[in-house]
């Protein structure tokens, strides 16, 4: 069995000590935080089995973690500690959901006894839920078995055999085309038409015409009838991607598609009932978008019916071993390579960076890699931003030191240039050598 990660939130230094002692002692990985909002931290970024928080904090109080956590990781197993004033407190925890209480003060056995027992009810709540299919093993061009991706692939579950308008958002890069095709293939609509359209792609004045389609002669150029992406996604699903490059004018259009099952192409009077499923895309913040103007509040409220969260690669870097084994896979082939892999130094690398342009990214790194490596990729085989930076002495310590500081490491390092010839260094230094020798005294 793995071991359990345990965090604990307790405003008393010492108290955390102790807890953290004896937990490390019983075998558990242990996280620790004073306060609620570094915990919350902690928790959005690592996987925690068992939380055990005080319920008397300053500022934001136990009760408080413990009621968000309930709604956000109502998996997790549950604790309160507490003074015998706040029995009342921890009673009013356990009705809430908390697994157990413990009163302080407590001994080393009664802590690994109330750990054991929450953690094992947590196992068999777990045990009970139905299991999460394992459709992002490669499935539509994704990977992953991180926990952020496994969410994915439940909500994917979820959404797949629905006609609910869904709303994927997330960095450039993070893969939300491959979500809606995954959502689209991986439903009982998979035989009907899936049509992709990147409204970030197409001309602001030809994107209403494209998406509707125009009847002849309704503006210059329009020489015949042409149905567009609607009619061509009837029965099916449409994805509009960067959906926030869309004017007032197209947002306008695609509320009353939303509100109305029906299109009108551009130039016609007649309606015509469709039956399309809408996923919508965007990196941008439509939230913002809304408060600035140029984003309707009613269409982004009709879009975000089911939202989507693609998870950047920097805040699930479990994947990045997975997805450079599938990436290197696909470029072995293309490029007629024989086996190639990747040693630890430079996986550890990978691993490391923030991946701003994330999935994409990563992948034009392996790319080239396959490209520069024989065998085996090595740091040398990676691009240089990604290597650690020159190291940069920090301009406010420097400031802060003696001038007879800054004469010593000086005096130092030509010393070392010359390796040890007190001649030559003063030579450079412009001093005699009796000076040298007064001050290296």
Not at 107 to 117: A, D, F, G, S, Y
Not at 297 to 318: F, G, I, K, T
Not at 335 to 360: C, T, V, Y
Not at 424 to 439: F, S, V, W, Y
Request: glycine share 6%.
């Amino acid at each position: 069995m793995s071991r359990k990660n345990i965090l604990i939130v307790d405003d008393s230094l010492e108290m955390l000590e102790v807890i953290n002692r004896h937990l490390s002692t019983f075998g558990y990985y242990v996280f620790q935080s004073s306060n609620v909002p570094d915990a919350i931290d902690i928790l959005k970024n690592t996987t925690i089995d068992l939380l055990i928080s005080d319920l008397q904090m300053p500022e934001i109080d136990g009760m408080q973690l413990i009621n968000y956590c309930q709604e956000h990781y109502p998996q997790m197993a549950t604790l309160v500690i507490t003074g015998y004033p706040s029995v009342s407190g921890a009673v009013d925890a356990v009705k809430s959901g908390v697994l157990d209480y413990l009163v302080k003060p407590f001994t080393q056995e009664e802590l690994k006894k109330v750990v054991e027992n929450a953690l094992l009810k947590s196992d068999v709540v777990k045990i009970e839920n139905p299991e999460i299919p394992q459709i992002l093993r490669a499935n539509f061009g994704m990977v992953g078995i991180s926990e952020k991706m496994q969410k994915l692939a439940e909500l994917i579950h979820r959404v797949k055999d629905t006609k609910a308008t869904i709303l994927v958002q997330g960095e450039s890069g993070t893969g939300k085309e491959l979500v809606a095709r995954a959502i689209h293939y991986s439903g009982k609509f998979a035989k009907s038409p899936f049509v992709a359209v990147n409204c970030g792609g197409i001309p602001e004045n030809l994107l209403e015409s494209e998406l509707f389609g125009f009847v002849k002669g309704s503006f210059t150029g329009a020489n015949d009838t042409r149905a567009g992406f609607f009619q061509a996604a009837d029965g099916g699903s449409i994805f509009l991607d960067e959906i926030g490059n869309a004017s007032l004018n197209v947002q306008t259009r695609l509320l009353r598609s939303l509100q109305e099952k029906e299109i009108n192409m551009v130039g016609s009077t007649k309606s015509q009932k469709i039956d399309v499923r809408i996923i919508a895309a965007t990196n941008s913040n439509l939230l913002d978008m809304v408060k600035d103007g140029t984003f309707r509040e009613d269409l982004y409220y009709r879009l975000n019916v089911v939202n989507v969260e693609m998870p950047p690669l920097r805040d699930r870097p479990e994947d990045v071993p997975i997805l450079v084994r599938y990436f290197i896979r696909k470029y072995v082939d293309e490029f007629n390579k024989s086996k190639i892999s990747m040693d630890e130094k430079a996986l550890a690398i990978l691993q490391r960076h923030s991946w701003p342009g994330n999935i994409r990214e990563l992948e034009n790194v392996v790319q080239r890699a396959i490209i520069m490596c024989d065998k085996i990729i090595e740091v040398k085989d990676l691009p240089d931003y990604l290597k650690l930076s020159e190291p940069i002495i920090d301009s406010s310590i420097a400031l802060s030191k003696s001038l007879k500081e800054i004469e010593k490491e000086h005096i130092t390092k030509v010393l070392n240039s010359v390796k040890g010839n007190k001649t030559k260094a003063a030579e450079i230094l412009g001093i005699d050598r009796k000076t040298l020798r007064q001050k290296l005294e």
